[in-house]
């Protein structure tokens, strides 16, 4: 892997543009932050167990600042609630977080956990605005200061095994509620924080109680709490229509030979968009914030997000990176009206009311 060589030239030759100028100053302030990182000695990330950050990024960033990164995982509750409990010890240990736009939104930033971003992205190829599709990096949170969302796809709907489901008896949204697939449909457990809760909200906003009741209850929709425990039944077949199985865990199915479809939209119900795999942000008192910044500025550059878009499938909102990596179905579509499953209104509002219905109607049961 070539290592990129951080420098500051002594000699500028005469007749040097403004902007050419103003490189060399970005290039010099960049320079003195990585080198203070380095003396840090480490960045502290949390984020969810995906294979591409321990086996691409993680590597990758070390290799070009010298930097280690410790990766902490788990649940979003899990790791919340400790971070509350070390806070509350007056203990502070994480630097920066790639979480989901819930805890995002509604934890991280409601409970005052993150500090300000904006003033420290400082990388030239990030801060310049004709590198992102939206003209600037986009800052997600009301004051646009505190998270950035980095990636804008269009989310897939569900995986069908098609050695047990064709996809033309799954075109409709109603289609699910078949007797045929009773039993045979697997989710994150709806009644807890995840993906699964967040679809269940998006489809009771759509359709209301009794489409949810139809769905979950009298389809015996399988839960659980175990990502991979859906691919498994994907791939076996004991489950074949997955509403919750996540493409990088699902891509290795494909490349071993089982006939796995991802579908994208579906008939009845607008498509979807999302900020997955993450949002960023940046904890607040980081034990090591010369390093959180470093990694902050890289994994929203072409490098970083190219690498992480790559691994994981995602659509990022960068206009340098080559998108041929994508399935077809992952693009936004020009004219189309999609369903934003991250905006942050719907985040703190209506996912939420409409999560709890389903909390109250599922845990009734």
Not at 112 to 122: E, F, G
Not at 143 to 155: K, L, N, P, T
Request: a positive charge; proline letters at 5%.
């Amino acid at each position: 892997m070539k290592r990129m060589v951080l420098f500051v030239s002594f000699f500028v030759r005469a007749g040097v543009t403004t902007g050419e100028a103003q490189t060399k100053t970005g290039d010099k302030e960049w320079a003195a932050i990585v080198e203070a990182a380095k003396k840090e000695g480490k960045v502290i990330v949390v984020g969810s167990p995906d294979p591409v950050m321990r086996n691409e990024v993680i590597p990758k960033f070390t290799a070009r600042f010298g930097i280690p990164i410790e990766f902490i995982t788990g649940r979003a509750s899990q790791i919340v609630a400790r971070v509350e409990t070390e806070r509350a010890s007056g203990i502070y240990s994480i630097d920066v977080y790639l979480a989901g736009p819930d805890t995002t939104a509604n934890e991280l930033y409601n409970d005052k956990m993150i500090d300000p971003l904006k003033p420290l992205l400082v990388l030239p190829e990030v801060v310049d605005g004709s590198k992102w599709k939206t003209g600037k990096v986009w800052f997600a949170d009301p004051q646009e200061q505190f998270v950035v969302r980095a990636f804008s796809s269009v989310a897939t709907f569900m995986f069908i095994n098609t050695e047990h489901v064709k996809h033309e008896e799954v075109r409709q949204i109603k289609d699910l509620l078949n007797p045929k697939w009773r039993g045979k449909i697997s989710t994150e457990d709806p009644t807890t924080t995840g993906s699964g809760a967040n679809k269940a909200a998006h489809l009771y906003s759509e359709f209301g109680e009794e489409f949810i009741k139809q769905l979950y209850i009298d389809q015996k929709t399988v839960r659980t709490r175990e990502r991979r425990q859906m691919t498994d039944w994907l791939a076996r077949g004991t489950q074949p229509i997955c509403m919750s199985c996540r493409e990088d865990d699902v891509r290795p199915l494909a490349k071993d030979g089982f006939k796995v479809l991802e579908i994208f939209e579906m008939n009845g119900i607008p498509p979807s968009i999302n900020g997955s795999p993450w949002m960023l942000s940046l904890a607040n008192k980081a034990p090591h914030p010369k390093a959180a910044q470093v990694f902050a500025n890289w994994i929203i550059s072409r490098e970083g997000l190219e690498t992480y878009g790559k691994g994981y499938g995602s659509a990022t909102l960068r206009t340098d990176i080559d998108e041929s990596y994508l399935k077809p179905g992952n693009l936004p579509k020009k004219g189309v009206k999609y369903f934003d499953d991250t905006d942050w209104k719907w985040i703190v509002t209506g996912r939420r009311e409409n999560r709890q219905k389903v909390w109250d109607l599922l845990k009734a049961r």
